[in-house]
């Protein structure tokens, strides 16, 4: 579980600013709602963490 946790750590230190800045410009500036995708987004990373099979980069 440890190095889950850790290799899902490092995909949020890495991927978190862009991933908000993608929402936040979704969201046509709406904090309150793009800190909600932000979170729906890394729930669904944490989620299907085993079914990635990593064919493609892991920032797609």
Same mark, same amino acid.
Do not use: P
């Given at each position: 579980? =440890?190095? =889950? +946790?850790?290799?899902f @750590? +490092?995909?949020?230190?890495k991927?978190s600013? @862009? /991933?908000y800045r993608?929402? =936040?410009g979704? &969201? &046509?500036g709406? +904090?309150?709602? &793009?800190k909600?995708?932000?979170q729906?987004? %890394?729930i @669904? /990373?944490?989620?299907h963490? @085993?079914s %990635?099979k990593?064919?493609?980069?892991i920032?797609t």
């Amino acid at each position: 579980m =440890i190095h =889950i +946790e850790r290799d899902f @750590k +490092e995909i949020y230190n890495k991927h978190s600013d @862009k /991933v908000y800045r993608l929402c =936040i410009g979704y &969201a &046509a500036g709406d +904090e309150d709602l &793009a800190k909600d995708w932000h979170q729906e987004t %890394f729930i @669904k /990373v944490w989620n299907h963490r @085993k079914s %990635f099979k990593g064919d493609s980069s892991i920032s797609t």
